[in-house]
């Protein structure tokens, strides 16, 4: 893979449902898969097609700023 390109690999977990709570539950093995547990924080981006979201942990944003302000 050259330098500037990324690979998407998706891999499906399952179904969801949404409560009328407006909760949903993340599947464990995708949990377990990224290293998700009780109490961590997730920042939510809505995607610009407006298909659907990302959620990213806020560890992850924290340690790429902290990459970028060593350079």
Do not use: W, Y
Not at 25 to 44: F, N, T, Y
Request: charged share 35%; proline share 1%.
């Amino acid at each position: 893979m050259s330098q500037g390109t990324c690979k998407k690999r998706k891999k499906f977990f399952g179904f969801i449902t949404v409560t009328n709570k407006g909760q949903i539950a993340i599947p464990i093995a995708l949990r377990k898969e990224l290293k998700i547990k009780q109490g961590d924080k997730m920042v939510v981006l809505k995607r610009n097609d407006n298909n659907g979201m990302n959620l990213i942990k806020v560890d992850a944003i924290d340690d790429f700023l902290k990459k970028l302000a060593k350079d």
